[in-house]
């Protein structure tokens, strides 16, 4: 049973252009929400997160959007750079203190110049 | 800058070796993880700490164990490893404060176990 889905394995987006990026859940008990970036042969870098009492959240390009009525969350990023070509997570905390997260499988994001 | 760091960044193995994978954060978080991430299943939790000694099972627990006995390291232990633990072991520690919370992740160990 898959509790969070990133229905775009891949995603291609000319430079200058906005991306958005989504995640799907099925819990409607889930409190955090983040976004992460991952390059080849790196840890996960920690992006944005939001709390499901918020329905916004922006930091420089990167903006997260959370609908929880539709169980749906995305990230957006203004304007995409070349060097924003990774694989984007979305997870997701399945109690109040942000302890135990699960991970959506992750869409590719390429940039093109 | 929150720092996590991993013992080794690549770790060949035996079956049925005992394999210890040792994390170090130095941000005085309370939570530490353990995640492994496989090609098409994205990253998933074996196990987190909130405190000193105190640990709960992730989603994936079995075959593996971890102990917390400072508050800035969190090992995982395989106890007799196997080749399906070959694997990308992630280790993370995160903060929850005031309605925020951030999570960190180390580099990464590329275990592969013969």
């Known amino acids: 049973d898959q509790q969070v889905k990133q229905n775009s394995p891949s995603l291609s987006v000319q430079e200058g252009r906005i991306s958005i990026l989504n995640c799907d859940y099925t819990n409607s008990m889930f409190d955090y929400f983040l976004w992460y970036k991952k390059y080849p042969a790196e840890g996960p870098t920690f992006l944005i997160s939001i709390s499901s009492i918020k329905d916004k959240n922006e930091d420089g390009r990167f903006t997260v959007f959370l609908n929880k009525s539709a169980k749906h969350l995305s990230l957006h990023i203004v304007p995409s750079q070349p060097g924003d070509s990774a694989v984007y997570f979305c997870a997701l905390s399945r109690d109040n203190y942000g302890q135990n997260f699960v991970f959506g499988p992750g869409t590719r994001l390429s940039v093109l110049p | 800058d929150v720092k996590v760091t991993q013992s080794s960044r690549y770790l060949v193995k035996r079956t049925g070796e005992k394999v210890f994978l040792e994390c170090v954060q130095d941000m005085d978080h309370e939570n530490m993880f353990w995640y492994r991430q496989d090609p098409g299943l994205g990253l998933r939790l074996i196990y987190f700490?909130?405190?000193?000694?105190?640990?709960e099972k992730g989603d994936i627990p079995e075959g593996y164990s971890v102990s917390r006995e400072k508050k800035e390291r969190f090992s995982l232990i395989l106890e007799s490893a196997s080749t399906n633990q070959t694997s990308m072991y992630l280790c993370a520690s995160s903060l929850t404060s005031g309605g925020k919370v951030e999570q960190y992740f180390g580099p990464g160990t590329r275990l592969t176990v013969t």
């Open positions: 700490s909130y405190d000193v000694k105190m640990k």
